[in-house]
Structure formats: structure tokens, C-alpha cells
């Protein structure tokens, strides 16, 4: 597991303290009921106060699983 991964996954354990790793890994809006649009705005705080990143406001909507978050955080 690479640094980048195990710090989403922090980020996402602290939005979603019921998840485990695995969970964390699998998460999507569909999978994880306590996921909804407070949250979304949550995790991206997180993940940008951990990445020095920003995300413009549009990208919200799309920002809805793990793997889509290290797709976007491949790339930066």
C-alpha cells in the first residue's frame, strides 16, 4: 500500500469512522449509507487539508468513490 493510499484512507476513516481499511478502499456513495452531500463536502476538505490540494466547486458531484479520489490525486 502506497502513503498516498493509506493517507485516504485516513481521510476517509475520519469522515466515516465506521469503516474499516477494506471499507475504505471500497467506498463509494452507494456503498456507504452515512455518505451523503455534508459528507461529500467533508471528505474533500479532508483530503485537501492532507494533499495541499483544491478541488473547484464543480468537481463536488463527481467526487462520489475511493478509486475516483486516487484517480484525481494520481494526477496531481
Do not use: H
Request: charged share 25%; with cysteine.
Amino acid at each position: 500500500m502506497t502513503d498516498t493510499e493509506k493517507r485516504l484512507i485516513r481521510c476517509f476513516q475520519a469522515v466515516f469512522p465506521e469503516l474499516s481499511e477494506s471499507d475504505a478502499t471500497d467506498a463509494t456513495t452507494l456503498r456507504v449509507a452515512a455518505w451523503d452531500s455534508m459528507a461529500t463536502v467533508t471528505l474533500a476538505a479532508a483530503v485537501e487539508e492532507e494533499f495541499g490540494i483544491q478541488f473547484e466547486p464543480e468537481e463536488l458531484e463527481n467526487l462520489t468513490s475511493y478509486q475516483y479520489y486516487m484517480k484525481l490525486l494520481a494526477t496531481t
